[in-house]
């Protein structure tokens, strides 16, 4: 396992085909309307390329990802000869993850302690991602710390610490109210003192049009650069996946402030669009490293490209090699009790 690697590959394969059973909403949109769109049409003609372009566009690819595409097929279509509706949609895929691909996509865990801040809107699910992120870390023998820096939600440290219970994390807490910025502090001098292996900081939800709330992000990490000059190693936004387009605005402004070095794309469980990763990656330039599927612990990935495209054209194209999945969630194990997840206030302000 290199360093930067969190999740050893075999997990991550039997995940993503977990996932792409809870994918059913994200695929079964975008592919009946590939289907019934551009499957049914005989010939590739100027009116296939147009409807192929809405059916991307209503995935949430963004225009600008979906012309790029779709020029970029027709190119391939007509060098390559293709005729088919099918083999342009193979193409298509194809292109899809020579894009993603592209992309570096691993956690950077490269210096003892890492330092990993989780920031976004209330709500998108920060201290989720921090309780699974933990669990998976410790599990595979890392020395995990969290840091409770937000102190503005009164029960945001006790959700914190129920989550950190779980896998057996310290939480490094103040009192609510506190500065987070102290709580940053104190956290990372004791992860120095005690060879933490990485630290993650879960901040309190804010809209990013808050001018005052986004400064005070930037406090905290200038408060870990007193302790650990190049702190925060991973600043990653979570993003709400239904947020859809929208969340490229939120995205942008986090971005500029922060200088963000990976996104966490939650609730992917309960989507259609499933082309927002084109979209953000598109135009922030910053990778989806992460990706939330569920409340559970174990509800936590790396993003795999080739697992979600799969996922997002299972019932048009089968993936090379797999049988598809039941279209019905995988049944609990017997006796599993379902975790008790705390929930979220989400008060905005
Ligand atoms: N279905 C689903 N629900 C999720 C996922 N991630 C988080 N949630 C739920 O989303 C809600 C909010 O999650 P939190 O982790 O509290 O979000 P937060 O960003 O910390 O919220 P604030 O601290 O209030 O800003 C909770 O009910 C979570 O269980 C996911 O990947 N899928
Ligand atoms: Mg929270």
Redesign the pocket.
């Known amino acids: 396992m290199s360093p930067t690697e969190p999740f050893s590959q075999p997990r991550r394969e039997a995940w993503w085909r977990r996932m792409s059973r809870r994918m059913d909403r994200a695929s079964l949109s975008f592919s009946e309307q590939v289907r019934d769109v551009v499957l049914l049409r005989r010939d590739l003609d100027e009116s296939f390329w147009d409807d192929l372009l809405q059916v991307l566009v209503g995935a949430d690819c963004g225009l600008p990802v979906a012309e790029r595409l779709v020029d970029r097929l027709r190119t391939r279509v007509r060098e390559e000869r293709m005729t088919s509706a099918e083999e342009a949609l193979r193409a298509l895929k194809a292109e899809m993850l020579a894009v993603l691909e592209a992309r570096d996509r691993r956690l950077r865990i490269v210096a003892v302690p890492t330092v990993v801040i989780m920031v976004?809107?209330?709500?998108?699910?920060?201290?989720?991602?921090i309780?699974k992120l933990a669990h998976r870390l410790q599990s595979e023998g890392r020395m995990v710390l969290i840091a409770a820096a937000?102190t503005f939600?009164a029960a945001?440290i006790d959700?914190m610490r129920l989550w950190a219970d779980r896998s057996a994390t310290e939480v490094i807490a103040h009192q609510p109210g506190g500065d987070p910025g102290a709580v940053v502090y104190d956290a990372l001098q004791a992860a120095v003192a005690r060879g933490i292996d990485v630290v993650l900081v879960?901040t309190?939800?804010?809209l990013h049009t808050k001018v005052n709330l986004m400064a005070e992000l930037i406090k905290v990490r200038n408060v870990a650069r007193r302790v650990i000059p190049k702190a925060p190693h991973e600043t990653l936004l979570?993003i709400e996946a239904p947020t859809g387009m929208n969340a490229i605005a939120q995205a942008r402004v986090f971005h500029e402030a922060l200088g963000l070095t990976g996104i966490v794309l939650?609730?992917?469980?309960?989507t259609s669009r499933g082309g927002t990763v084109l979209a953000i990656e598109e135009d922030l330039g910053v990778p989806v490293k992460l990706?939330?599927?569920?409340?559970g612990i174990d509800?936590?990935n790396v993003f795999d490209p080739r697992a979600y495209l799969d996922a997002l054209f299972a019932g048009v194209l089968e993936a090379p090699g797999s049988a598809p999945g039941p279209a019905t969630p995988a049944p609990a194990k017997p006796g599993a009790p379902k975790p008790a997840?705390?929930?979220?206030?989400?008060?905005h302000r």
Not at 120 to 129: F, P
Not at 266 to 270: S, V, Y
Not at 291 to 295: D, F, I, P
Not at 341 to 347: D, H
């Open positions: 976004g809107v209330n709500g998108s699910g920060k201290t989720t991602t309780g937000d939600r945001a959700q879960d309190a939800g804010r979570v939650t609730k992917l469980d309960g990706v939330g599927l569920g409340e509800d936590l997840t705390p929930k979220s206030g989400s008060a």
